[in-house]
């Protein structure tokens, strides 16, 4: 899996986000490779995860101050908005060169052969809060 999830990573365009935007940051999928990667983060965001949840449901714990705490580790569903043609970032930022729906789904289906996020056991996207 690894592997893999490295080769989607470097299929995704990277830009730099409005300076202390997290505006598009709820919840989303992990696989189990990249929540892995997270090691003690992933418990402290999973300690954190009723507070957040009477405080704001649907926002990412990793979400802080204005940036992602796990920016490097994020999984591959944030690194696909504001990439691609028909999910754009409200605020006009982005690649040069967005992806299309079909290259963008063509990952999707390769990430998503990784794991089943609809299976709770195979999916971290109910223990870890940012499942954006
Ligand atoms: S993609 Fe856009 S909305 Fe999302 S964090 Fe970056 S600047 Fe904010
Ligand atoms: S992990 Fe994703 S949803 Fe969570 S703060 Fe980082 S970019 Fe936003």
Redesign the pocket.
Known sequence: MRNLIRQIRARIPTFECRPGC?DC??V?PWSPWEAARLGDRAALAAAGLEALAERAPER?P??QSGR?A??EE??VM?RLFGVVEDLRCPHGCGPQTLLTRAQARAILEDYFRCFNPMRKEESHASSLP?A?
């Open positions: 997290t940051c709820g989303v990412c990793f979400a992602c796990v920016y994020r999984p944030c940012c954006r």
